[in-house]
């Protein structure tokens, strides 16, 4: 997986998140050592 495709999938995990006040969405996604794959909102 190359870094546009992770920073890719993070950028679209951003419509998840909830800032309310702020309104400053942060996608975040992680890949592991053996290829496991993390989509997270902040």
Known sequence: MTYKAIISEAIKSMAKAY???SDFKVGAALVTE???FFLDVI
Request: charged content about 50%; proline content about 17%.
């Open 34 to 36: 053996d290829k496991k």
């Open 19 to 21: 800032a309310p006040y």
